[in-house]
């Protein structure tokens, strides 16, 4: 079992930057794709970001150059840093992980809100 515990959401003007913390605990390993989704009310969840085999990295169109991920195995955390926020990336964001099972592992959402 793998429980995930995200930090660091909360309200910035836009043009500013915050930094979210997704603690990974249980049956993980440095391999384990992890990553960051996001779900504004009324859309899909959407994929942000995700570092994949602990080295490659993905982002959306719509946050590259803005927003930077990146892991610590030694603290089994991965980290999002999000500048210059719009007010479209208002969301809960979510952190996600699979395993080499392809077992799908979620945290419980922290709200990011962006104000104009």
């Known amino acids: 079992q793998v429980q995930l515990v995200e930090s660091g959401g909360g309200l910035v003007q836009a043009g500013g930057s915050l930094r979210l913390s997704c603690a990974a605990s249980?049956?993980?390993?440095?391999?384990?794709?992890m990553g960051w989704y996001r779900q504004a009310p009324g859309n899909q969840r959407e994929l942000v970001a995700e570092i994949i085999n602990g080295r490659s990295t993905n982002y959306a169109d719509s946050v590259k150059g803005r927003f930077t991920i990146s892991r610590d195995n030694n603290k089994n955390t991965v980290y999002l840093q999000m500048n210059s926020l719009k007010p479209e990336d208002t969301a809960v964001y979510y952190c996600?992980?699979?395993?080499?099972?392809?077992?799908?592992?979620w945290g419980q959402g922290t709200q990011v809100t962006v104000s104009s």
């Open positions: 996600h992980l699979l395993d080499s099972r392809y077992m799908n592992y």
């Open positions: 249980g049956s993980t390993r440095s391999g384990d794709r």
